[in-house]
Nanobody
Framework: QVQLVESGGGLVQAGGSLRLSCAAS????????MGWFRQAPGKEREFVAA????????YYADSVKGRFTISRDNAKRTVYLQMNSLKPEDTAVYYC????????????????WGKGTLVTVSS
């Protein structure tokens, strides 16, 4: 079992930046692949980015490539999402998620979820 708590959301103007953090507790953090997902109002939850247990494999949704960066610090049991050049369409609740086994491939399900943090980008 692992518990995930997101932080860092807020209100930012278009073109601005935010850094989300997700702190994990419970089982060894380094045994999980980690991901960020988001859900905009009235839309389904969508994949944003994922990182393998070692950080050696990273995936991004096309919509955020070149603007967002996912990283992790296994010693601090934390995964980050640096978001730059934010757009109003990035407005959503952002969720941190963990996948048992250490690796993520496109379309994989996640095993544990945080409660989310709201990001609002004003135009």
């Amino acid at each position: 079992q692992v518990q995930l708590v997101e932080s860092g959301g807020g209100l930012v103007q278009a073109g601005g930046s935010l850094r989300l953090s997700c702190a994990a507790s419970g089982r060894p953090f380094s045994s999980y692949a980690m991901g960020w997902f988001r859900q905009a109002p009235g839309k389904e939850r969508e994949f944003v980015a994922a990182i393998s247990w070692s950080g050696g494999s990273i995936y991004y949704a096309d919509s955020v490539k070149g603007r967002f960066t996912i990283s992790r610090d296994n010693a601090k049991r934390t995964v980050y999402l640096q978001m730059n050049s934010l757009k109003p369409e990035d407005t959503a609740v952002y969720y941190c998620a963990a996948r048992v086994g250490g690796y993520y491939n496109e379309g994989d399900g996640m095993d544990y979820w945080g409660k989310g943090t709201l990001v609002t980008v004003s135009s």
